[in-house]
């Protein structure tokens, strides 16, 4: 197993999702080379809940990288998990479009895509630069 699977699937294991019961974990590999995980985090304010790619962003920065060079997904399911359209567009704004996005299974399948390909057309930095 890779060290990205390895570290979703131990964010994986970690989740808080008592109420949906669905476990998600994430880790991305940064530019520099290192490995950050998140884990989803339920609320019973359903919407104050939190997806595994957000909380491994936010790992990300705090540890002070802000370029995806992939990103690895895992849940639970006989179809691939994919990042919800909030979180594409969270992992966008530390990518490039060809940024590998890893969708995996527990069993270790996985199947690669890029951010660009699940988020055609994405709001980006140069929107604002135009302004
Ligand atoms: N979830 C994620 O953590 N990431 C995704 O990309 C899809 C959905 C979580 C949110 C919620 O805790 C649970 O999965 C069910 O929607």
């Not at 994986?12 to 995980?37: E, L, M, N, Q, T």
């Not at 567009?89 to 390909?117: M, W």
Request: aromatic letters at 8%; a negative charge.
């Amino acid at each position: 197993m890779s060290e990205l699977f390895t570290a979703a699937k131990a964010a994986f294991d970690r989740a808080y999702a008592p109420y949906s019961k669905f476990h998600v974990g994430a880790a991305i590999r940064a530019k520099s080379g290192r490995v950050y995980s998140g884990c989803n985090v339920e609320n019973v304010a359903y919407p104050e809940g939190t997806c595994a790619e957000a909380g491994a962003i936010a790992a990300m920065v705090n540890g002070g990288d802000t370029e995806i060079a992939e990103i690895l997904v895992i849940a639970d399911s006989d179809q691939w998990i994919t990042p919800c359209g909030g979180c594409r567009q969270k992992i966008l704004e530390f990518s490039t479009p060809d940024t590998p996005v890893i969708l995996a299974r527990l069993n270790g399948e996985t199947h690669e895509t890029s951010i660009g390909k699940i988020l055609p057309g994405g709001f980006d930095k140069s929107y604002l630069a135009e302004g």
